[in-house]
């Protein structure tokens, strides 16, 4: 009997002691599958102690987790601002992360994590700077990475000895405002040129011809004044323009009479009209007034009356009401 009893007692405390150590394991497991939040519940007695223990691992990886998970969504979050694009890559050139600006300038938004870079961005133009980063320079760019319509300038920094940092310039709409601007340039210094030569000519005929009598002389110099106030609507005009583009120009309402101003727009293009035998003729009121930024509407309909003179026929009619 007291055999049986100690047998009996034996097996109890191994079947306590193979419970705890399974429910020890299963919390082992736990953490090592990313459930920190997993418990030992044990009662007091073998096997507690190294419960207990346990249990404050487990609060101590819970809190290291969360902490890691909001500095996580920080960077995302700062990352995410940026205009520049910025993707991290590990050895064999995979990104294993990407911001949302580097995944639509290289991706058009879709997720590149996990996928070697050459995938998305042109491999060739990434080659030389990249194996200068892996020979050991610690930064090389900017350099241009033309890629899916845009003009991106990119960068190439090592974080550590294994992973490197690209980050991504758009400049398209830059190179697109430099072409804009050298267009602009060209239009205008070929519109510049027209009234320049024609002051120049009238000037050189009025000093060379000494037989030139008081008529002529007024007609030259009329005609002097005429491309001169062509000239200096031309460079108004590329004035109010480049305020424009910097943005200090601010409108100035005024009461102003339209049809004067109508008056003023067609003695501007009186002589492109005749030029290509275009009537001009006003058609108003005697008064119209209008609140609104006077150089600004002056130009509005300038605009419309030089393409109406411009783009019309011989004998044609431009009509201003």
Request: proline content about 3%; aromatic content about 6%.
């Amino acid at each position: 009997a007291g055999w049986s009893s100690v047998v009996v007692g034996a097996t109890v405390v191994g079947w306590r002691l193979r419970v705890r150590a399974d429910q020890l394991s299963a919390v082992c497991r736990a953490f090592a599958e990313g459930r920190y939040d997993t418990r030992a519940d044990l009662p007091s007695g073998a096997l507690s102690g190294l419960g207990r223990g346990l249990n404050h691992l487990g609060e101590r990886l819970e809190q290291i987790h969360n902490e890691l998970a909001r500095s996580r969504a920080l960077l995302d979050s700062a990352l995410g601002a940026l205009s520049e694009g910025v993707a991290c890559l590990d050895p064999l050139n995979n990104v294993i992360y990407a911001n949302t600006a580097y995944r639509v300038f290289a991706a058009g938004g879709d997720d590149v994590t996990g996928q070697p870079f050459y995938r998305h961005l042109p491999s060739a133009a990434l080659e030389e700077p990249l194996s200068r980063i892996k020979g050991g320079e610690l930064d090389v760019g900017p350099f241009d990475l033309p890629h899916a319509r845009r003009h991106l300038r990119a960068r190439l920094t090592r974080a550590d000895d294994d992973i490197v940092v690209l980050v991504l310039h758009d400049l398209s709409e830059v190179k697109r405002l430099e072409l804009r601007r050298r267009d602009f340039m060209s239009a205008i210094s070929h519109e510049l040129k027209t009234p320049l030569t024609a002051i120049l000519g009238f000037t050189e005929t009025i000093l060379d011809d000494e037989s030139c009598d008081a008529r002529q002389m007024r007609i030259f110099i009329e005609k002097i004044a005429r491309q001169a106030d062509r000239l200096a609507v031309l460079v108004r005009d590329v004035l109010i323009l480049s305020r424009l583009e910097e943005g200090a120009w601010s409108p100035k309402a005024e009461v102003i009479d339209l049809v004067a101003l109508g008056h003023e727009v067609i003695d501007d293009f009186q002589s492109a009209a005749a030029n290509g035998r275009v009537a001009l003729v006003l058609e108003a009121d005697e008064h119209v007034t209008v609140t609104a930024d006077r150089e600004a509407m002056r130009m509005l309909i300038g605009n419309l009356v030089s393409n109406a003179v411009r783009y019309n026929r011989v004998d044609g009619t431009v009509w201003l009401r």
